[in-house]
């Protein structure tokens, strides 16, 4: 069986601002050493799928690179992880407008692969899945679409789209991100529901017959841009649209808070999503870094990466990116940092030449909670990340604050003694 997979690149990834302010969403770092793009990716591999394309557009440079270095297959092999690009051709002089036009953009190269499916993916989201068993259920069923379904709460279900599933599995309708006074009668018959959990949301993953997407794409729909808004709620009306049920882990790291919480339950003793338990390898770009070096220190609930060095500090339930420096007397909790993309005095660190600049890395006697430290962030000595005043949401100096969670991104300085 031939499967072709198209990784969905994001738009502007503007809920997850501002960590996208340099980056595209699957470009974001994840659980210390991953980006959010190695996850669909290692699904695909693991799962012998191995003719990948991604499509990009919105600050893409940070992906395009990261792909180019990660995933190169043996000159024996067929597969492939490649990037494309949004370009402009004398047919087309526009940008992706959505999901399905992004999908249409690419749908030259795609079927030039001549797949007996597509598999179509997004790439911010985390999850371990079973294609195989995808796949199966659709043959068996002899769908022309198939939707990776979840059944989920009544708070969760606003924020998706939400299918309705007879008893065969056939989806009878689909509703995107209805608001909580209209999810009246949008439950399902199909196994799995529960009363804590009653609905069944999409989870963006679809499989389609190679000629139905391109009847859909080019002929039917050609004016229509968005999957979840229009293409699946008309296809429903015109084709066999059955549901494949998924009970794992599945979350969508599409806010700033969803992205918090994915990372730090991954510090904790069972987390959901368990990169130790039931291991099925997660790919990224090797790197040849030393192990982390560690003094004096207080540690739980927290996973250091490679090339750390940390002093006398105090860290619980907390991701310690690669290359992280943290200085004596600091105390971290409940915080995610990024790390570096180089050493302190590398030739790229600023602070080697400049002496008024803050060392790279956290320095001494700071208190950091709540808080997300992107990449290349210089926190000076007796720096305080608290959220004092409890806010919600800040815009300051280089320093921002969404759902209560402290982001100060990537690059930016933290001139000792400041306080948030």
Same mark, same amino acid.
């Given at each position: ?10 738009? @502007? ?114 999850? @371990? ?65 529960? @009363? ?60 700033? @808070? ?70 004596? !007397? ?20 600023? !602070? ?9 890395? =956290?320095?001494?006697?700071?208190? =950091? ?52």
């Amino acid at each position: 069986m031939d499967i072709v997979s198209v990784i969905l690149g994001g738009g @502007r990834g503007t809920r997850l601002f501002p960590l996208t302010l340099h980056r595209s969403k699957p470009a974001v770092p994840i659980g210390g050493k991953y980006r959010l793009i190695d996850i669909p990716v290692s699904n695909c591999v693991n799962n012998g799928i191995k003719k990948i394309l991604v499509l990009t557009q919105y600050n893409s440079e940070s992906l395009n690179r990261h792909v180019g270095q990660t995933y190169r297959f043996d000159r024996f092999s067929d597969g492939f992880v490649s990037i494309l690009a949004a370009e402009q051709t004398p047919e087309n002089t526009n940008w992706f407008q959505g999901t399905a036009d992004a999908v249409r953009q690419g749908l030259v190269h795609i079927l030039s692969q001549h797949p007996d499916m597509v598999l179509i993916l997004s790439g911010d989201q985390l999850y @371990r899945m079973d294609f195989s068993s995808f796949v199966n259920e659709f043959q068996s069923s002899n769908a022309d679409i198939s939707i990776a379904t979840k059944p989920v709460t009544t708070e969760e279900a606003p924020d998706l789209g939400i299918v309705q599933v007879a008893a065969d599995g056939v989806i009878k309708g689909f509703v995107e991100k209805p608001p909580a006074d209209k999810l009246s009668g949008l439950t399902s018959d199909q196994k799995g529901i529960t @009363r804590e959990r009653p609905y069944l949301g999409s989870m963006g993953i679809y499989l389609f017959k190679p000629e139905v997407l391109r009847r859909i794409l080019m002929d039917e729909d050609r004016d229509k841009t968005d999957f979840g808004k229009e293409i699946i709620p008309d296809a429903i009306n015109r084709y066999k649209v059955v549901s494949c049920l998924f009970n794992g882990y599945w979350s969508d790291i599409g806010t700033i @808070r969803s992205f918090f919480r994915a990372n730090i339950d991954m510090t904790m003793p069972d987390p959901e999503f368990d990169m130790y338990s039931n291991f099925t390898p997660l790919y990224t770009r090797a790197r040849a870094l030393p192990g982390a070096r560690i003094r004096n220190c207080t540690l739980n609930n927290t996973i250091v990466c490679g090339a750390s060095d940390i002093t006398g500090a105090d860290i619980e339930n907390s991701i310690i990116g690669i290359r992280s420096y943290v200085g004596s !007397g600091t105390s971290i909790t409940n915080s995610i940092n990024m790390g570096t993309d180089f050493w302190r005095g590398h030739a790229r660190d600023s !602070g080697a030449v400049n002496a008024s600049h803050p060392a790279l890395g =956290i320095g001494r006697d700071c208190v =950091i909670r709540n808080t997300i430290l992107d990449k290349n962030v210089r926190l000076g000595n007796e720096v305080r990340l608290v959220n004092e005043k409890g806010l919600d949401s800040f815009d300051g100096d280089g320093i921002y604050i969404r759902d209560g969670i402290i982001v100060v991104p990537k690059g930016v300085t933290v001139p000792d003694g400041t306080v948030l």
